[in-house]
């Protein structure tokens, strides 16, 4: 629709001798409406979209009113349309099979399957495949990209069908880098263009991993959606929201000697999972925030998803430019930000007044100090000093031990031994400095005498080839190789489960003396069960500590108090000795962190491998769906469409699939890594003809709902306590309480006609955006999850597949009415509840008879939701606006 533009904020910018359309915020004080400098700069963003989506229908007059007079407080609707889509291939790979699958929709119910197109551009980049199959030499990165296209030719012809067939969507090819870091270093513009419109506006996004608000550090704003609201917003469909409460971060001061970005993510991370910031926009602001540059900003935003924020934010300044012309950003899109941005108001300098936020905390950065985190949350930060005691505490029993292989002699292997280590993750791989400071520690440590531990899986993995080009001009890159950090690929790999199997000889040790063992990594997540099935333990470091870790190679010590080992002359080596000052980072930094190479590696960015050309492309823009395929099937979400006017109704003689405890993440949910032989999924794709050695991982399988079903529930750490001494994807049939897989359980309410919903704790939901753990519940059978709270995305997943949410009300939950998932459950008032945002009333049934009643909330957020909701979801829901657009334009 048109732009009404009632507050005449359409005007011109001139830059470059080139007029540019904009929408002044301005408009707003000028009209007695505003007083800017007031509002957080991540809600001007905001308020910039509204006023350019003006239309009187989904954007009114008194939307952008309200969100201009900014009140503090999530207390009103409004519809959020991003610039663009980024997705990554795990998530990016089910997202066009729901395309191709509305297509066919289209097609059957006789309008135009080209509706099903992305109307803003998408990218998505590969980057969740490849694996460390081969480590610790210098052919690793070509034997694992080839095994990784090997394994996943079929995905990729998929991609590169979709490329072909859909407008406005572009892949960039398999081992190049990951998605964030290539989004930061070449993607995104900060200011957005329209070659049709002529307009420049904020470059925005959502994502379909959850670590995309990564580009918070460069003054963007954007957010990790699941795959299923992203397609929405493909197809032209608004973000709806709560205008979000906004939280500032002050910060002071400078890191101290030896802190790292890393370290300094971490105690962010914690202090702001304390003060509970979920579904609320952190913003950072002080005079600390010059004394960081642009990569430390992007770590911050990187884990904003771990400290629960929708986005950490970091508002234009000269540091960005600087960063935009070191990348090699043309000349004149550095321009146009710099004289957008300050002609809105959105650009930050040290006179900048500072804005009224919700609530605020602050943090010195002189008090950071050298920190891990784990062993299985990211906000649970240890000292270093208090790792050995923190991993021996956690064990609560003495250490155990294993006979250990080692080439022609036996070593034992002990609890706390460091089997993974890996610079991984775009979390620090897109921060030189951190980088940088693990090449001269690897330096140092060489020209000491030390050498990794034989038990330790080494990786270097970075998420783009700049970071190999520095590495390389600074000398650094044959040192961390002489430690085996060989390059393995340049992709997500251990930060997401792709780490690939342990060395033989470790994992019979591992396995016969029941060890807990540890990774460490450079990464942002480190749950159970997603690095390794072997690995117990997982902590979170910066790159240099990472290489420290493989030195002494076990995670029980000080390593301020103890030595990393023995150097060549006999002396006892501490990690004090080894460290790197910053003085000696920023002058490797300043030196090889170069312009041209941001050039050349991006020069040919969407060209891809011989291999990646020579793929034979299906043709059509109606995609051939083979029945043979186990990695791309064709999705059951449009075979049986609800009736709006009636879907919405009271629910009765639902039975538990599970009940659950805290925390319960999304990992837990749908994992992304290895599928036993023996699972469910396991047995699926080995009744296809498939062997384990080419089952892949549940991530490169989410374009074939048959096995990602059967993966649902399925983590081997998950723990049911329906059925209690159990880990795994269990649960008990009730009423007959028979023991099975959660999978076959919910294949047998199925036939009995049984209608589920899973009981669960706080935090549920947490972790990767990942909508398989929203479809995959559905298609198990489940109509409603009751939670004691909910991580934003999954909450916003399970509305956009149809499912319930339900909440318990505050200082409640299942323990307070003794639930233990043997009841037969009923939902009332559900009707009346989702339209009004009010309760529904659950009565659960014991076995004996008895009963107990209780309030929930429905977490059914806005009026755009509601409608998702009433027709079965954001899928059907976008069919239906296609097919009835179809039959207007007829």
Aim: glycine share 10%; hydrophobic share 40%.
């Amino acid at each position: 629709m048109p732009n009404t533009n009632s507050f005449g904020a359409a005007s011109t910018l001139r830059v470059n001798k080139r007029d540019y359309k904009i929408y002044r915020l301005d408009s707003l004080e000028k009209a007695g409406i505003s007083k800017l400098n007031r509002i957080p700069f991540s809600i001007k963003v905001l308020l910039e979209n509204l006023l350019r989506f003006e239309d009187g229908r989904t954007v009114k007059r008194g939307d952008i009113e309200y969100v201009a007079k900014w009140q503090k407080s999530a207390a009103h609707e409004i519809q959020f349309r991003p610039a663009r889509v980024l997705l990554q291939d795990f998530t990016g790979v089910p997202c066009v099979v729901d395309l191709a699958a509305m297509r066919d929709a289209l097609k059957q119910m006789g309008a135009d399957p080209g509706l099903a197109n992305p109307l803003i551009p998408a990218d998505l980049v590969i980057d969740h495949s490849v694996q460390v199959d081969q480590f610790g030499s210098a052919a690793a990165f070509q034997i694992n990209a080839q095994m990784e296209f090997d394994r996943n030719q079929e995905r990729y012809a998929f991609l590169r069908w979709g490329q072909a067939a859909f407008q406005d969507f572009r892949v960039v090819p398999p081992d190049t880098g990951i998605v964030h870091q290539v989004n930061l270093e070449y993607l995104a513009k900060v200011v957005f263009t329209n070659e049709k419109t002529g307009e420049a506006y904020p470059d925005t996004l959502v994502g379909t991993d959850s670590h995309t608000t990564m580009i918070n550090g460069l003054g963007v704003v954007g957010w990790g959606v699941g795959g299923i609201e992203a397609e929405g917003c493909m197809l032209g469909q608004p973000v709806s929201m709560l205008l979000p409460e906004v939280v500032g971060f002050r910060l002071a001061g400078r890191l101290p000697e030896g802190a790292t970005a890393t370290d300094l993510v971490l105690i962010v991370t914690q202090m702001l999972r304390k003060k509970g910031v979920v579904g609320k926009f952190v913003e950072f602001y002080g005079p600390g925030v010059s004394a960081l540059s642009l990569a430390d900003r992007a770590t911050i935003g990187n884990m904003s998803p771990e400290y629960g924020a929708t986005i950490g934010f970091f508002p234009v300044d000269q540091v960005t430019l600087n960063y935009l012309k070191l990348t090699n950003r043309s000349p004149e899109q550095v321009a146009l930000v710099e004289a957008y941005t300050k002609e809105q108001g959105i650009f930050h300098t040290a006179d900048t007044p500072e804005p009224d936020f919700s609530d605020t905390l602050e943090l010195d950065l002189g008090t950071v100090v050298t920190s891990l985190a784990g062993p299985k949350r990211p906000q649970d930060r240890i000292n270093l000093p208090d790792m050995k005691r923190s991993f021996l505490a956690s064990l609560g029993a003495a250490p155990k031990s294993a006979d250990l292989a080692v080439n022609s002699h036996k070593e034992k292997l002990h609890e706390g031994a460091v089997v993974i280590a890996a610079i991984t993750s775009c979390t620090n791989t897109s921060n030189p400095s951190v980088l940088i400071a693990a090449g001269l520690l690897a330096k140092k440590a060489v020209e000491k005498g030390l050498e990794s531990k034989p038990w330790v899986k080494t990786s270097l993995a970075p998420g783009s080839k700049v970071v190999i080009d520095y590495l390389k001009d600074a000398g650094l890159l044959p040192y961390l190789e002489r430690l085996k950090f060989h390059l393995v690929g340049f992709g997500c790999t251990t930060c997401i489960g792709n780490s690939g199997p342990l060395p033989d000889n470790v994992a019979q040790a591992v396995t016969a003396g029941k060890l807990n063992v540890a990774a460490i990594l450079s990464g942002n997540r480190n749950f159970e069960g997603r690095i390794n099935p072997l690995v117990r333990s997982n902590y979170l470091a910066s790159p240099p500590l990472v290489v420290a870790f493989a030195l002494a190679g076990r995670i029980d010590i000080d390593l301020v108090a103890e030595p990393l080992g023995t150097g060549k002359d006999g002396k006892p080596v501490f990690l004090r000795d080894i460290w790197p000052t910053s003085v000696e980072i920023e002058e490797a930094v300043g030196k090889s962190v170069r312009t041209e190479f941001f050039a050349k590696q991006y020069s040919e960015v969407f060209k891809g491998e011989p291999s990646w050309n020579a793929i034979q492309i299906p043709e059509g823009k109606i995609y051939e769906w083979s029945d043979d395929s186990t990695y791309v099937r064709n999705p059951p979400y449009f075979e049986k469409l609800v009736d709006p006017a009636t879907s919405v109704k009271d629910m009765s003689g639902l039975r538990a699939l599970c009940v659950l405890g805290d925390s319960v993440t999304t990992d837990h949910i749908s994992p992304a890594g290895d599928i036993p032989a023996d699972s469910p999924a396991g047995r699926y794709l080995i009744s296809c003809g498939v062997k384990k050695p080419d089952f892949n991982s549940y991530g490169s399988r989410r374009g074939n709902h048959e096995v990602m079903v059967r993966g649902t529930l399925a983590n081997i750490r998950l723990k049911n306590l329906m059925a209690p001494g159990t880990e795994g994807g269990w649960t008990r049939h009730i009423p007959d309480g028979e023991q099975m897989s959660i999978y076959d359980a919910a294949m047998k309410y199925k036939e009995e006609g049984v209608p589920l919903v899973i009981i669960a704790g706080k935090e549920y939901g947490s972790g990767s955006s990942r909508d398989w753990a929203a479809k995959g519940v559905l298609l198990l059978g489940v109509h409603a999850v009751i939670a004691e709270s909910f991580e934003r995305i999954h909450r916003s997943n399970l509305v956009g597949m149809g499912v319930l949410p339900l909440q318990f009300l505050a200082g409640e939950g299942r323990e307070t009415f003794g639930l233990t998932g043997e009841e037969i459950f009923n939902l009332s008032g559900v009707r009346e509840a989702v339209q009004t945002g009010g309760r529904v009333r659950v009565r659960a049934v014991r076995p004996d008879g008895s009963e107990i009643s209780f309030d929930t909330q429905v977490r059914v957020d806005t009026p755009q939701e509601i409608e998702y909701y009433r027709t079965g979801g954001i899928l059907p829901f976008v069919l239906r606006q296609l097919v009835a657009a179809n039959r207007q334009s007829a």
